[in-house]
């Protein structure tokens, strides 16, 4: 516990004594030091007032323009505007899962009563939890790891997210990869995976045989028909090595200078993707066979809503769209500017992100409808889900259009803008957490080009392993198991240290801080909130990680008729595990790092550091100051020089 005892310092922050009060970075004690003892050198931290960074108190107390003051901390820096924020996090969240899971699990779950469920999910569960991340990071203008500075014994959370986000970038660009060649190969007439490239297959075709577009896909794309399974990775699939090649340096190139580069780009990334889906509908609509695709996409099955089933996809759904747990929402928060409205962005990006995948919906279905109708087959006989309606069955139906190379494009264009957007989160959250940790690196743009460059190209390298003939089966292996339960512990405790450890009303006073003017109905939403944080979320968390130790010990992974061997599903549990061990690795050398007793090192630990703004003293401290007191929001840290013509007093403990 702290103590100071009352005194007023003057503007040199040299008490009367001459003392000099030590702030400690360790959250620990703070100490009364000699001034010959103090380096004056050194500042601890370092605090922002209103955008500038250690304005001189002295100075102003005297009534003269504020003098800048040397700063060693390096500027974060801030978004160009507040839509670049917006189209970041909503790019960010509406991935292709939107596309090509959602439609799927609707139609599969009861089709528009999955709606039920899935908007239940969405406010118990998905809005809560992002409000949380967006709030931690905004508050805390730190990275995954840094920002636990509020609670150190939960330092693993970030640590976790780190390793949750380095895996889902190592597949995930593998699958823009992919796109890029379906690109390149859309400028092909006729396409390559049509019946008109393929007329004696089409024309042959009996019952199982393979289509074109799987041929294609199998055969050409993948070259798994060579492979014997997991085991037998075989060699490097070269076109394909040149195109995630491709992808890996446009990601450099955009993220070159962090979110000022990246948040000019996704004015285009971001929005492109609406106009395609808008053109597809549209198209779609003219087709014969439409309506019954659409039909088959909403018809309501009230019996579906007594299945667990339902309901856990509603939740995973929900839980996985909006990208929680994985550092890149809370890495972007951490650049907004302290006053933003945290509840408003939450409502509008959650919103926009579930409406979008009931608005794609439309545009899948429509044009599977058209297939189904134009091969006299059922539509569930042509409905997929995952890579297969991607690459396979969507482009299929493409082909069957007048004009088919042109929407093929545009649908490949459209879906490399929702890849690349979710990937700029993902390698934002992992940057973002290593230069608030080594913070040189930020402060030295050819250092902070170097360490992006050399990131790339290792997770480049790493990715060859998915190019390769047997390489989709280790891309469904990491994709099974990188967000699952692991990701689902490390939110769940992230949920929990918030609520419990930092504490659930401190937290609540934190965003009615950022907010500054509270309107009525942003407190009601807190209490809302409140409510989930402790209790709802939590409950629900565990439900979806039940279900999910359930499903694995009961199901075997498979791609396609392959089936995982033992040894291979097990190779993604440590994955997993891996992930979300973090939390009680960081946690043991957090307690271990303290003195006193077993429960004296515990309480410590889940103190803030003194690097972290503990707002319930600052209406105290602000009452504490003279007149002359700089107006201006606290953010993270303070320095010695934030102490100026100010009254500490007796009994405030941090």
Not at 175 to 196: E, K, V
Not at 424 to 448: C, M, S, Y
Not at 465 to 494: A, K, P, R
Request: hydrophobic share 45%.
């Amino acid at each position: 516990m702290l103590h100071v005892e009352p005194l007023v310092q003057s503007s040199s922050s040299t008490c009367a004594s001459g003392w000099n009060l030590e702030m400690r970075d360790d959250g620990r004690k703070d100490e009364l030091v000699s001034p010959s003892l103090v380096n004056p050198n050194i500042t601890q931290n370092s605090i922002h007032l209103s955008g500038q960074n250690g304005l001189n108190h002295a100075a102003v107390s005297q009534g003269q323009s504020p003098e800048p003051v040397s700063n060693v901390t390096t500027s974060r820096g801030h978004w160009g505007g507040k839509y670049e924020f917006l189209l970041s996090c909503l790019g960010y969240c509406v991935g292709l899962g939107n596309v090509w899971r959602f439609p799927y699990l609707c139609y599969r779950n009861g089709g528009g009563v999955f709606l039920l469920p899935y908007f239940i999910m969405l406010f118990v569960t998905g809005v809560p939890l992002f409000l949380m991340e967006l709030s931690l990071g905004q508050y805390g203008a730190a990275g995954p790891i840094t920002v636990w500075k509020c609670c150190p014994l939960l330092k693993g959370i970030g640590i976790g997210m780190l390793c949750v986000a380095v895996l889902l970038s190592l597949y995930y660009n593998v699958i823009i990869a992919w796109t890029f060649y379906y690109l390149g190969s859309s400028f092909q007439m006729p396409l390559p995976w049509s019946c008109d490239a393929n007329a004696a297959i089409c024309n042959n075709s009996r019952g199982e045989s393979l289509s074109p577009s799987e041929i294609f896909w199998n055969e050409r794309v993948l070259g798994v028909v060579n492979s014997e399974g997991l085991h037998d990775p075989g060699p490097i699939r070269w076109p394909l090595a040149l195109c995630l090649l491709v992808a890996w340096l446009i990601v450099f190139l955009c993220m070159l200078k962090g979110i000022h580069s990246a948040g000019k780009v996704v004015y285009v990334t971001a929005t492109f993707p609406y106009l395609v889906l808008i053109v597809l509908i549209i198209r779609g609509a003219t087709l014969e066979g439409s309506l019954q695709g659409i039909a088959f996409y909403l018809m309501p099955d009230w019996r579906r809503l007594s299945s667990a089933q339902v309901w856990n996809d509603a939740a995973s759904q929900i839980f996985y769209s909006l990208g929680i747990g994985i550092g890149g929402v809370l890495s972007m928060a951490s650049y907004n500017k302290f006053d933003n409205n945290v509840i408003r962005d939450t409502i509008i990006i959650t919103t926009g992100n579930c409406l979008t995948s009931f608005f794609a919906g439309f545009a899948i279905f429509s044009v599977l409808g058209h297939m189904a109708w134009r091969r006299g087959v059922p539509i569930e006989n042509v409905a997929v889900s995952g890579p297969g309606l991607a690459f396979v069955v969507y482009p299929e139906a493409l082909a069957l259009l007048p004009g088919s190379a042109f929407w093929s494009v545009l649908f490949f264009l459209m879906l490399f803008m929702l890849g690349i957007d979710t990937l700029f989160g993902n390698i934002e959250g992992i940057t973002t957490a290593v230069l608030d940790e080594f913070p040189q690196l930020r402060g030295n743009t050819k250092h902070k080009s170097l360490f992006l460059g050399a990131l790339c190209f290792c997770f480049y390298l790493m990715g060859l392993l998915f190019v390769t003939e047997g390489g989709i089966y280790w891309f469904t292996l990491i994709d099974s198991f990188s967000t699952s339960f692991g990701l689902i512990i490390i939110t769940l405790f992230m949920c929990i240290g918030i609520s419990f450890f930092y504490g659930v009303n401190q937290f609540c006073q934190d965003i009615i801080d950022m907010i500054r003017h509270c309107p009525p109905w942003c407190s009601k939403f807190l209490l809302y909130f409140k409510a989930c944080w402790v209790f709802f979320t939590p409950f629900l968390l565990l439900f979806i990680l039940t279900y999910i130790f359930i499903e694995m010990y009961s199901t075997s992974l498979r791609y396609g008729s392959y089936v995982y061997p033992r040894w291979g599903k097990a190779l993604g549990v440590c994955m997993a595990t891996t992930c979300c061990l973090q939390i009680l690795i960081w946690a043991i050398i957090a307690i271990c790092k303290e003195t006193g007793t077993l429960k004296e090192r515990f309480h410590k630990s889940i103190r803030p550091l003194n690097s972290w703004r503990i707002n319930t003293n600052a209406g105290a401290m602000e009452r504490s100051m003279d007149a002359e007191r700089v107006e201006g929001l606290f953010t993270v840290t303070l320095t010695d020089m934030d102490f100026s013509a100010m009254t500490w007093e007796e009994g405030r403990e941090i």
